[in-house]
């Protein structure tokens, strides 16, 4: 994500934001990842 200038300048001007949020975001990503896992372990009943 650092290398979207919006984020690299958040970066620079408020470190300990920027931090939190890409912390926050990395926790949607593990979620969201975890979420698809599940759905594609799943089997269809096709009755």
């Known amino acids: 994500m650092y290398a979207e200038n ?3 300048m958040l970066m ?3 470190p300990e ?3 939190k949020l890409m912390q ?3 926790e949607d990503v593990n979620t969201r990842y975890a979420m698809y896992q599940y759905l ?3 089997q269809i ?3």
Do not use: C, T
Request: charged letters at 35%; hydrophobic letters at 35%.
């Open 17 to 19: 934001a920027a931090k």
């Open 12 to 14: 620079h001007s408020q």
């Open 24 to 26: 926050q975001a990395q």
């Open 6 to 8: 919006r984020f690299r």
């Open 40 to 42: 594609a372990a799943r």
């Open 45 to 47: 009943d096709n009755r």
